[in-house]
């Protein structure tokens, strides 16, 4: 299947699926629906859970809905929904454990692989604008030494350093420290400060950028592993860069399938 058609079915099942919110489960009450799946014996995908968020409707009438008859009856066009989604996307449904729909700024809905809970205001408020700032400082760091995206450097955890030479030879040091890691099969963002594969003393690391952030009401922050798409981590790397006053932030692959992000500060050249 081409990209084409890829685009055009996913649509379709939207579209399908949108009709079926509206018309059985209150769709115009509500932002976000998210439904868990699992397999059962018979190695068929069934709802074993779903969540709404964002109620800006008749609450009453949404916990009635999604208590009743009517969810019951269309969990299997629901589970069917998320398996063929997350196949379009080349995902396996047992890693990301089910499907977001969230309303557009239309009747329609996006699709968001996983479990992906409502941002935190205060973060949705300031991710534009710290994704703006981040874009400037790795630019600013690419003109000045081709970094960071100038081949893949070593960066020594252990010491939070990593160097790299620049265009014209020079050596170009900085302070790295692991902020998490996406993973892309079960697409999830990671703490460093929680991340189980790394040294006690990495994590420690990590753990005091996170906590010398003096806004407290973000659930992303206290939250050590959550469900998220690419954007989001880059959204939250970009956050954590500006309120620490980083220089930007190093993100590269990983061998198992996914991306680690470091937050650069106190470069030195020469």
Same mark, same amino acid.
């Given at each position: *299947?081409?990209?084409?058609?890829?685009?055009?079915?996913?649509?379709?099942?939207?579209?399908?699926?949108?009709?079926?919110?509206?018309?059985?489960?209150?769709?115009?009450?509500?932002?976000?629906?998210?439904?868990?799946?699992?397999?059962?014996?018979?190695?068929?995908?069934?709802?074993?859970?779903?969540?709404?968020?964002?109620?800006?409707?008749?609450?009453? +009438?949404?916990?009635?809905?999604?208590?009743?008859?009517?969810?019951? /009856?269309?969990?299997?066009?629901?589970?069917? /929904?998320?398996?063929?989604?997350?196949?379009?996307?080349?995902?396996?449904?047992?890693?990301?454990?089910?499907?977001?729909?969230?309303?557009?700024?239309?009747?329609?809905?996006?699709? &968001?692989?996983?479990?992906?809970?409502?941002?935190? *205001?205060?973060?949705?408020?300031?991710?534009?604008?710290?994704?703006?700032?981040?874009?400037?400082?790795?630019?600013?760091?690419?003109?000045?030494?081709?970094?960071?995206?100038?081949?893949?450097?070593?960066?020594?955890?252990?010491?939070?350093?990593?160097?790299? +030479?620049?265009?014209?030879?020079?050596?170009?040091?900085?302070?790295?420290?692991?902020?998490?890691?996406?993973?892309?099969?079960?697409?999830?963002?990671?703490?460093?400060?929680?991340?189980?594969?790394?040294?006690?003393?990495?994590?420690?690391?990590?753990?005091?950028?996170?906590?010398?952030?003096?806004? +407290?009401?973000?659930?992303?922050?206290?939250?050590?592993?959550?469900?998220?798409?690419?954007?989001?981590?880059?959204? &939250?790397?970009?956050?954590?860069?500006?309120?620490?006053?980083?220089?930007?932030?190093?993100?590269?692959?990983?061998?198992?399938?996914?991306?680690?992000?470091?937050?650069?500060?106190?470069?030195?050249?020469?």
């Amino acid at each position: *299947m081409d990209d084409a058609d890829s685009r055009s079915l996913r649509r379709e099942i939207l579209d399908g699926i949108g009709s079926v919110l509206y018309e059985e489960l209150a769709a115009e009450a509500w932002g976000r629906v998210l439904i868990e799946v699992v397999r059962a014996p018979d190695g068929s995908i069934v709802v074993a859970g779903i969540d709404v968020e964002e109620v800006i409707g008749d609450g009453a +009438r949404v916990d009635e809905v999604f208590g009743g008859d009517k969810a019951r /009856a269309v969990t299997p066009v629901l589970a069917r /929904a998320v398996e063929a989604l997350c196949a379009l996307d080349g995902l396996d449904v047992d890693e990301v454990r089910g499907g977001t729909f969230a309303h557009l700024a239309d009747t329609t809905f996006a699709w &968001l692989p996983g479990l992906v809970h409502a941002p935190s *205001m205060a973060f949705d408020r300031a991710r534009d604008d710290a994704v703006v700032r981040l874009r400037a400082k790795n630019g600013d760091l690419e003109a000045r030494f081709g970094f960071p995206s100038r081949g893949t450097p070593e960066v020594d955890l252990a010491r939070e350093r990593v160097q790299f +030479r620049t265009r014209a030879g020079s050596s170009v040091r900085a302070r790295a420290t692991l902020l998490g890691t996406f993973a892309l099969r079960s697409r999830t963002w990671g703490w460093g400060g929680s991340h189980p594969n790394v040294p006690e003393s990495v994590r420690r690391a990590s753990a005091a950028v996170i906590d010398s952030i003096l806004e +407290r009401d973000l659930w992303e922050l206290s939250t050590p592993i959550f469900a998220t798409d690419e954007s989001t981590a880059w959204g &939250l790397a970009a956050f954590v860069c500006d309120r620490a006053g980083g220089d930007g932030v190093l993100c590269s692959s990983e061998e198992q399938g996914g991306l680690v992000f470091f937050l650069l500060r106190d470069l030195e050249v020469g």
